[in-house]
């Protein structure tokens, strides 16, 4: 048997972690390296503790799983982030994918699909529970945004949204009446987009957006 696989847990809650730390120590080729009960100290020992594989709750405090989890990967791409959730929302999904995730794994799965999926993570595979693989399977054969996605890992669903109707020439206007936003949070995320993307201008981001394959329908025409 070769080197045990270093996980480090982070999750909010002490009696799942407790479960958690139980599954992990009694498995003979993993190995317990930190608990976190937040983004921010998962950050931190990551960067001490240099895990293999971080088993990532999604919703805590001080900072989120999503946010830790592209901290974790930015500073080292080799770190394998398993998702774990009770929330298995489109939305969350493909965030934690676009910030790096190896996986996406339910809560409730069972000890030995989550055992299975540490280890093939660290093989570098990319793992998703089984209710989450049905549910991605419609969403890429129908294309489903999927190059978008890829194309701008570093921007949210919002931001994605935000950047297809720039590519398609709408103003800030028409942008809050489609998505049903005020315009100053317009503002914001066209702020954020284009702080993101490095570029100057609109102009720019169209430029950078239409390389991708955005914004060639006409939705504001």
Known sequence: MGEPIRVLIVDDHPVYRDGLRGLVERAPD???VGEAENGVAAVTLAAERHPAIVLM???MSEMSGIEATRR???ADPTVGVLVLT???DDDSLFAAMRAGARGYIPKDADAEELLGAIR???????IFGASVGRRLMPFFAAGGGGRSAAAFPELTERELEILELIAAGCSN???GRRLGIAPKTVRNHVANVLNKLGVA???QAIVRAREAGLGGGDPCG
Do not use: K, N, P, Q
Request: charged share 30%; no cysteine.
């Open 201 to 203: 201008d609109r102009s």
């Open 173 to 175: 206007a028409e942008i």
């Open 86 to 88: 009770m929330s298995e």
């Open 57 to 59: 709750d999604l919703r």
């Open 72 to 74: 974790i990967v930015g």
């Open 120 to 126: 093939a993570a660290a093989l570098g595979e990319t």
């Open 30 to 32: 993993l190995e317990l």
